[in-house]
């Protein structure tokens, strides 16, 4: 069985080589009879070169989701078949066949994903995995825009009410005339809470993504009081549109939304060693 240990190096710092969970990954999967490689990847071409052995497994050594989603979004790049072409046997409701198992192991921080995914964390049970353990698929987003989602976006948030018109499917939980509190977009839980609110309770193997509103409503008709009401909704695809820009994380990644943008579930593409 051969193996890969990726670890992603920040383009602009030195490099230190393995680190020591690494180095101890490495070991424990020799003792179990693996042939090991480490790999350290600063642009995404690196990120290719670790998949060009379709046999070799794969162990993302990260410490963030940033560095998950990173991987993730080079696998679904190449992954992803011509516009034109449909493969054989690719499942109802994708656009990608299903990307390589990942393990994950964790270094100085833990991916938030690997608590949330319940994905094994100490050396000696990654290798484990890797070597015994069995696959488990669980639903990847894509957008529009090229990138992928393992846990989910944000929309929103805090002190700053935005306005847009949220489509999930056929439902419109908002058309634009209201305030906006928060918005998620959720495949696992690590952005199901705004401002101490539940929006939603995602299950990230169910083959749908959860899409929650919060928007504050007037209530009462002789003493009016405001108070917030959450719209949430199952489906395969949701479209947002905001009317200015909203900031959003996404699997870690911060940013500013100016455009519409379209979310959509790719059912089982993701698998995990666990």
């Given amino acids: 069985m051969n193996v890969v240990v990726l670890t992603l190096v920040e383009s602009d710092c030195s490099n230190p080589g393995p680190r020591t969970q690494a180095l101890h990954l490495a070991d424990e999967l020799k003792s179990r009879g693996a042939a090991v490689r480490t790999v350290e990847a600063r642009t995404a071409e690196d990120i290719d070169a670790v998949t060009a052995d379709p046999d070799e497994r794969i162990v993302l050594a990260a410490d963030t989701d940033e560095q998950v989603n990173a991987v993730l979004a080079r696998l679904t790049r190449l992954a992803m078949p011509a516009p ?26 833990t991916p938030g994903i690997v608590a949330r995914l319940g994905l094994p964390e100490k050396p000696a049970d990654v290798a484990e995995a890797v070597t015994g353990g069995t696959v488990r698929r669980t639903d990847l987003m894509r957008h529009d825009g090229g990138g992928v989602a393992v846990d989910g976006v944000r929309l929103g948030g805090g002190d700053r009410p935005w306005r847009g018109v949220v489509n999930l499917d056929d439902v419109v939980l908002a058309d634009g005339s209201e305030q906006i509190l928060a918005c998620v977009v959720a495949n696992a839980d ?25 928007v504050p409503v007037t209530v009462g008709r002789f003493r009016k009081r405001l108070r917030i009401e959450v719209r949430r909704a199952k489906g395969r695809a949701v479209a947002v549109h905001p009317a200015g820009s909203v900031t959003y994380i996404q699997d870690g990644l911060a940013g500013e939304l100016g455009r519409k943008r379209t979310w959509w579930v790719e059912p089982g593409a993701a698998g995990w060693y666990v």
């Fill in 84 to 109: 034109s072409k449909r493969p054989e046997g690719l499942p109802d409701g994708r656009t990608v066949p299903d990307l390589p198992a990942l393990a994950v192991l964790p270094l100085s921080g």
């Fill in 190 to 214: 690590g952005y199901a809470a705004a401002d101490d609110m539940v929006l939603a309770e995602p299950d990230p193997a169910d083959g749908k993504i959860d899409v929650a509103v919060a």
